[in-house]
């Protein structure tokens, strides 16, 4: 691959522009893609709860590290699905989540889907806030959201840190 470019995003945080996206490959696909992906070159990997193979990425990842790749080079994705909104259901998807990737914290941790409820977006949102200040997810965001999915985020106070 050819020379990796960065964006830095509002923390601080930087991420690769380019990554290899895991979605629709089994365990055992995953693992083999990620780790050649990861020998290629490739950074960022994106995965999710919803694509049932984090156990095949993080071995996957695990092969490449066991090879030379540094954890500190990678910026590892995952996202929370709709089944798993609310705060303490969104808070144990992410403790599996870091279990099956065999990782101790996320890059980045998105809510994949708006849930549909408010209520529950807001907090499956607290939650994220809160694994971002303990460090466990060094960035946190929303994927698929459309603005009216948004404003109901915006308006807690806790979205203003």
């Not at 990796?4 to 990554?19: A, D, Q, W």
């Not at 996206?21 to 083999?32: H, I, K, M, V």
């Not at 995965?47 to 490449?64: K, L």
């Not at 080079?73 to 303490?88: A, H, N, Q, R, T």
Request: aromatic fraction near 10%; glycine fraction near 10%; charge should be negative.
């Amino acid at each position: 691959m050819a020379e990796k470019e960065m964006r830095t995003l509002s923390n601080g945080v930087n991420m690769p522009e380019i990554g290899f996206g895991t979605y629709l490959l089994d365990n055992l696909q995953a693992r083999s893609c990620v780790g050649q992906a990861l020998q290629d070159g490739y950074r960022l990997i994106d995965g999710a709860a919803f694509y049932g193979n984090e156990t095949g990425v993080g071995q996957g990842i695990r092969d490449a590290m066991q090879s030379g790749v540094s954890r500190e080079d990678l910026f590892v994705v995952s996202k929370v699905w709709k089944d798993s909104m609310g705060y303490e259901l969104t808070m144990a998807s992410f403790e599996k989540t870091l279990r099956e990737l065999q990782l101790e914290y996320l890059d980045l941790y998105l809510i994949h889907w708006p849930s549909g409820d408010h209520e529950l977006d807001r907090s499956s949102w607290q939650a994220l806030i809160d694994l971002y200040k303990s460090g466990k997810a060094r960035a946190i965001g929303v994927s698929n959201f459309k603005p009216e999915d948004l404003m109901p985020l915006f308006d807690m106070e806790s979205c203003r840190w």
